[in-house]
């Protein structure tokens, strides 16, 4: 696991969106295309808003980039609590993606639990069964859970799925989300999370006994291709 510890949020999010543009042109070199997964959050919509300016925005093929999500509250595309609406707003009404290489995790007048299993049918269609995306990108929440896994929730004991949807009763709503499976295929992982609101989930995590139930960012496997930006005030130094 790769852990760096950032002086300041700009360079934090410059690294991160230096980060896209080389797995980008990387893995469109090597396959051709470049598969991601994105999630929503303050962090990754200063990431999306600098990959849009024209310094980012013009070294990369977006016409090879097929974009899904991490995970979504069950909101129409229009909601302002929709992730995929920020990542409209910010990216993709920005740069000349195919309409057909996105993949919002929404589908009108269709049950969520039904969706999921349609989300994880365009997932193989693009990715074939193997499920490998080259790069996903994860915020972590002050109670330790990424993408729309929770503490306590039966979602985080699912071993098949690549795709889920349930009512998460605090939130009083649907989410829908990657499973940990599928986002320990990935061929790399970038999960941001600073601020000092995070510095106890984030110790538990990195420093305490494993207890994913609890802090389910514990599911995502510590390896080699895991970075994970964060600052001194969430690490506490």
């Known amino acids: 696991m790769n852990i760096r510890i950032f002086d300041d949020l700009d360079t934090l999010y410059t690294e991160a969106a230096d980060i896209f543009k080389d797995l ?35 070294k990369i093929d977006w016409s090879k980039i097929y974009f899904f999500w991490v995970d979504e509250r069950w909101v129409p595309l229009h909601d302002d609590k929709s992730n995929a609406r920020m990542t409209f707003e910010t990216l993709l009404d920005k740069v000349p993606v ?103 989930a984030l110790n538990e995590i990195l420093n305490g006994e494993y207890n994913p139930e609890l802090y389910p960012m514990q599911l995502i496997e510590k390896k080699e291709n895991f970075m994970f930006f964060t600052d001194h005030n969430a690490m506490g130094k």
Do not use: C
């Open 24 to 58: 980008s042109e990387k893995s469109i070199h090597e396959k051709g295309r470049f598969t991601i997964a994105l999630s929503g959050g303050s962090s990754p919509k200063a990431i999306f808003k600098l990959l849009a300016t024209q310094q980012y925005a013009e």
């Open 98 to 200: 195919p309409d057909d290489h996105i993949f919002p995790m929404y589908k009108d007048h269709t049950l969520p639990e039904e969706y999921a299993q349609e989300y994880e049918s365009y997932i193989r269609n693009v990715l074939g069964n193997e499920g490998v995306f080259d790069f996903i990108l994860l915020g972590m929440g002050d109670d330790g859970h990424t993408a729309s896994l929770f503490p306590g929730e039966e979602i985080l004991n699912e071993k098949e799925k690549w795709v889920s949807a349930y009512y998460l009763k605090p939130q009083e709503m649907y989410r829908i989300t990657l499973t940990a499976p599928i986002i320990n295929k990935a061929e790399n992982i970038l999960a941001v999370a600073f601020g000092e609101s995070k510095k106890h």
